[in-house]
């Protein structure tokens, strides 16, 4: 019996040399949503997309209109000059779904593009991180429950903003 609770003891009181693991937690959204060069260069990306972007909105309206005076016109159904017309605005919309998608493809690819060069940064300033404070385990994302004693997302934002200073 004596052994019982003597075992039963030792079970009880915590080892005194055990280590303690050291872990972090990046907000990866939010690290990338308040690093400022990011930001910088993607309003850089939508810039140089505007002005086709603001052609494609007067081709739309070109193209608007145009059906408009088709419905209120009073040219003959039949009439060669309304067939025409017609297929005018079926190749203007043709030429606008296709200029669409060839810029949303385009400014697509930049902001991934500098997606993929802001997570490489975010890696790196993470290793960092880890070593020189040497952290057992960072994780990123999808946490149900991150205290704040252990969310390191501020350090890292301010770790990667001191490089572009």
Known sequence: MKAFFLF????????VNAETIKIGYIDVDRVISN???YQKKNNQIIQEFKPRKIKLIELFDYIKTLRNKLDITEIQVDSKEYKTSVQ???????????ESEAWQ??????????LERIEVEINIAIEELAISN???LILYDNGAFVSDKIDVSETIIS???KLYQ
């Open 88 to 98: 005018k605005v079926i190749d203007l919309e043709r030429k606008f779904q296709l």
């Open 134 to 136: 040497q952290y057992d």
């Open 105 to 114: 493809k385009n400014l697509s690819d930049k902001q991934f593009d500098l």
């Open 35 to 37: 690093l400022s060069h």
């Open 159 to 161: 770790n990667i903003e």
């Open 8 to 15: 039963y003891i030792i079970l009880l009181i915590p080892p």
